[in-house]
């Protein structure tokens, strides 16, 4: 083990929340307590502090969508809106200043409940679903 790592024990409860606050498959334990105990800003301990890019980027290359744009995911009956902001590399970028690689979770972190953002976030410049967006974007939309 390098000298700037250490060991630590956790406890079955403590587990559980680093899991449901974890993006799963991208997040390691290490990745959600420096984000929940140093912000959602702090830098990644290595790497350089590059990321890889999120799932938005094919639809930035593909020019459906871009840096700055609003997603919107509007609930009638409750009279809620939750907006976020596709970034430069692809992520989504909600008002709190957490950044997810998925919009799935990023919404999720919106409403608290398990949600496919794909189908629900609206792209506040064209008013189209992201899954459309996705499936232009992959050459397999159906007119």
Do not use: C
Request: charged share 25%.
């Amino acid at each position: 083990m390098s000298e700037s790592m250490r060991t630590i024990q956790v406890d079955l409860e403590v587990f559980a929340y680093l899991q449901r606050h974890s993006e799963p498959l991208v997040d390691t334990p290490n990745d959600v307590l420096r984000r929940e105990l140093l912000g959602p800003k702090a830098a990644p301990a290595q790497g350089g502090g590059v990321r890889r890019p999120g799932r938005l980027m094919p639809l930035i290359e593909a020019g459906l969508v871009a840096p700055g744009d609003t997603l919107r995911h509007h609930q009638p009956r409750l009279r809620r809106t939750y907006e976020a902001t596709i970034t430069a590399d692809g992520w989504v970028r909600i008002p709190d200043g957490r950044e997810f690689a998925q919009p799935s979770p990023a919404l999720k972190a919106q409403t608290h409940n398990e949600v496919n953002a794909w189908r629900l976030y609206l792209h506040a410049p064209s008013g189209r679903p992201l899954k459309e967006l996705r499936d232009e974007a992959a050459g397999t939309s159906r007119n």
